[in-house]
């Protein structure tokens, strides 16, 4: 039977709220990750070395060029249903995230955390999840009004990339965090923060893509 | 006496919901962008060209290095209070709203607004409003938690940058949208998907600093 994923997580995905049991006992291979999720408060960050503010920049001919190759890369982005199995060096997914980990979030709480996840047993457990979530969406939570919606983007609940992708990477918001004498620690707007860090996700995963950048 | 902003925008800000009738005179200057907003339902999008996904990309030793090279990019990135009145060409700024509005979002309803102000008068109208609201904030909205998590970042409701940056970028969720008929068109989780906007929006305007993406 299917139970709530624990709080101590820090972290709260709005569509997998549960979790069955079977993913508690795997869960433990995201630890790396996960275990930030109740990093504590370092209070002011005396201890971080000072990195210096850069304020260069390119000439204006060649920002007007940059910001249009870029635009041109970004404006390739396409939203797929349908995924390659082919693999890619851990390397770049680590890179990746940690470019998204360079977002802003209100007062620097950095709310988010992610979670690779590359065994293909677990990565069907979850599209079990997500599968059973939203075959309830389209069949009675969300409504008349979204399923006729969503007609003409032609999605369904069947989600057989989340066993194709040779990696899934979930996103959680972290709602709270806590303090060292075990209050909780108000994380300010934190699903605009993790959105703004899941743009940058994208941008970073879209630079993969081949289109010269100058 | 300030006014509540007029509903047909269609867009919604969290915080500037108050704009005083001066702003009101002069927004249509940013007529070119709010129009967007009441953008009618175009239905299945039967008339526009159809554009064949890529799936190129490069060898692993290849993104290996495109991605270390943007995380190294965008982790020159600095949430910054002072700013440069260097001007930037419109292009730029154009070109990076574009790149933002590649964004993906709920249903592929688009639900943002991007309003560019260059004009000192309301650029500096814009700053009065938002400093009133922000010093609300400060000495009674948010409460004694928030004014105190925020100190360490040492913030407070003066904002002079809004004066001094060449352009101001507003962006604006929509909550909702209108259909031919007359209808609401609800836009589905419009503000996380504004927020991925606004991500990307970053890592556009980041691309402008210098460092080789080779």
């Known amino acids: 039977m299917p139970v709530q994923a624990k709080v101590h997580y820090g972290g709260e995905c709005q569509r997998y709220k549960r979790w069955s049991p079977?993913?508690?006992?795997?869960?433990?291979?995201?630890?790396?990750?996960?275990?930030?999720?109740?990093?504590?408060?370092?209070?002011p960050e005396e201890n971080v070395a000072h990195v210096p503010f850069s304020a260069e920049?390119?000439?204006e001919a060649e920002m007007i060029q940059r910001s249009k190759m870029f635009y041109e890369l970004l404006n390739k982005r396409r939203s797929v249903r349908?995924?390659?199995?082919?693999?890619?060096?851990?390397?770049?997914?680590?890179?990746?995230?940690?470019?998204?980990?360079?977002s802003p979030s209100g007062a620097h709480t950095e709310p988010w955390t992610f979670v690779v996840v590359q065994d293909p047993y677990l990565k069907h457990k979850?599209?079990?999840?997500?599968?059973?979530e939203e075959e309830i969406n389209y069949k009675k939570r969300m409504g008349d009004r979204w399923v006729n919606d969503l007609k003409r983007l032609r999605t369904?609940?069947?989600?057989?990339?989340?066993?194709?992708a040779p990696y899934l990477i979930l996103i959680f918001?972290?709602?709270?965090g806590w303090l060292p004498n075990g209050k909780k620690k108000t994380h300010y707007y934190n699903e605009i923060s993790v959105s703004i860090a899941c743009g940058i996700l994208l941008a970073a995963l879209q630079v993969l893509i081949p289109k010269k950048l100058a």
Chains 1, 2 share one sequence.
């Open 22 to 43: 079977e993913v508690n006992k795997i869960i433990p291979i995201c630890f790396c990750f996960l275990a930030e999720v109740d990093e504590e408060w370092q209070g």
């Open 57 to 59: 920049h390119y000439t």
């Open 82 to 102: 349908f995924l390659s199995d082919e693999p890619v060096p851990r390397e770049v997914i680590d890179n990746v995230i940690r470019t998204a980990g360079t």
């Open 126 to 132: 979850i599209r079990e999840i997500v599968e059973e």
């Open 156 to 164: 369904n609940w069947i989600k057989e990339y989340l066993d194709t």
């Open 173 to 176: 918001k972290q709602v709270y």
